[in-house]
């Protein structure tokens, strides 16, 4: 389970070791009644992977990284807007109209065949109207909610995640001198020296630590297993991130053109070209996503589209000739087009 977490979500080992062993205690049955089966709180700077981990759990025990129930805090900031989640009382106005997303049912829906575990993830918590705590605080203690029917949720069989930027800021501020994008180009940083790493980890797991600390009370962090403070992504762990974007556009061509797919080739200079755009300590992969968007996948979308990319052909993004552009070449027509930093596609065709 370790080995299929960590090939979805790189470069943060304390969050896979965090959460492996309470899904292994929920398969003995040995997870202790009247209570989630793991409440977790996953904190660090933005683009470094907290809801990716979710998602990737949720892939691996369900085989679909959106087989869980997200709770967006943000959209829960004000006091009345909580109501949505427990739905009305009988009687009350919009009773009837109102479907409450926490029912048993949405819950057994973020579960599946090979697994009954539900993974329910709270994204943004620090967002959340204080009832929305006050009621988590609820569920994080006896395992149980009740609805605005009175009807009562049971969370034993869920996986509760809590993310949060809370101290993110502190934390990119702490990073910033010695993972800034200038040390990143124009060669990307060497892995980290363990040892002032290790320094740099406890610090933002201190920072965020005390961010929690003064936004909830003792005893609604005394009601999470585990906090996990994630660690910003080095160039070695971007590598891997852009690897397998790669790979992840590969299966969604595939998947979403069927038999007009083709394949997709990025030699290793360009991933160097990306990676060195894309690297950010203050964004983390996110920056990284939409490079790889800008300068591959809508390049690529605008052949596709004008019909330019024929069946089982073998597309290459090279590097152009000149800098700032990633040239698409059929192996086996000519140049198609460029595309990069003179957008819009119109002047980035080349024929
Ligand atoms: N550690 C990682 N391993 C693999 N992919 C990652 C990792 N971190 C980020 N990514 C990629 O970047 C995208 C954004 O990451 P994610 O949504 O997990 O960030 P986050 O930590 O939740 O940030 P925020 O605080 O802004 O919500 C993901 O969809 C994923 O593609
Ligand atoms: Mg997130």
Redesign the pocket.
């Known amino acids: 389970m370790a080995v299929a977490l960590s090939r979805?979500?790189?470069?943060?080992p304390a969050a896979i070791a965090a959460v492996v062993p309470y899904v292994e205690m929920y398969r003995a049955r040995l997870t202790p009644e009247g209570q989630p089966a793991g409440v977790f709180l996953?904190l660090?700077?933005?683009?470094?992977?907290?809801?990716?981990?979710v998602?990737?759990l949720a892939d691996v025990l369900h085989g679909s990284p959106k087989k869980l129930l997200k709770v967006d805090c943000g959209e829960y900031q004000m006091e009345h807007e909580v109501a949505k989640l427990l739905g009305a009382p009988p009687g009350y106005l919009g009773h009837r109209e109102t479907q409450p997303l926490l029912t048993q049912q949405k819950l057994s829906a973020a579960s599946s065949e090979s697994c009954d575990l539900s993974i329910v993830l709270f994204?943004?918590i620090e967002k959340a109207a204080p009832t929305l705590v006050r009621l988590l605080l609820g569920v994080l203690d006896k395992g149980t909610l009740r609805l605005g029917d009175s009807t009562l949720v049971n969370f034993e069989k869920a996986m509760i995640f809590l993310?949060s930027?809370l101290g993110?800021r502190d934390m990119s501020h702490e990073l910033r001198p010695e993972f800034g994008f200038e040390s990143l180009t124009p060669k990307l940083a060497p892995r980290s020296d363990p040892r002032s790493g290790a320094n740099r980890d406890r610090k933002l797991d201190r920072i965020g630590r005390t961010a929690v600390r003064k936004n909830f009370s003792p005893e609604f962090i005394n009601r999470i297993d585990a906090v996990v403070t994630?660690q910003p992504?080095d160039s070695e762990?971007l590598a891997?991130?852009l690897n397998?974007?790669i790979e992840d556009l590969q299966a969604h061509i595939d998947r979403r053109l069927g038999e007009q797919a083709f394949r997709i080739e990025v030699p290793p200079r360009s991933r160097k070209f990306l990676l060195e755009r894309g690297a950010s300590a203050e964004y983390?992969?996110?920056e990284?996503?939409r490079t790889v968007q800008r300068y591959l996948i809508q390049p690529l979308a605008v052949l596709v589209a004008g019909g330019e990319i024929h069946v089982g052909a073998q597309v290459r993004a090279e590097l152009g000739p000149c800098k700032g552009k990633l040239v698409l070449r059929n192996l086996v027509q000519h140049a198609l087009a460029s595309a990069g930093e003179e957008w819009p596609p119109e002047q980035s065709l080349i024929n």
């Open positions: 979805r979500l790189v470069g943060q996953l660090g700077p933005t683009g470094t992977g907290k809801t990716k981990t998602e990737a994204d943004e993310t930027n993110a994630y992504l762990a891997a991130i397998q974007q983390g992969a996110r990284l996503k």
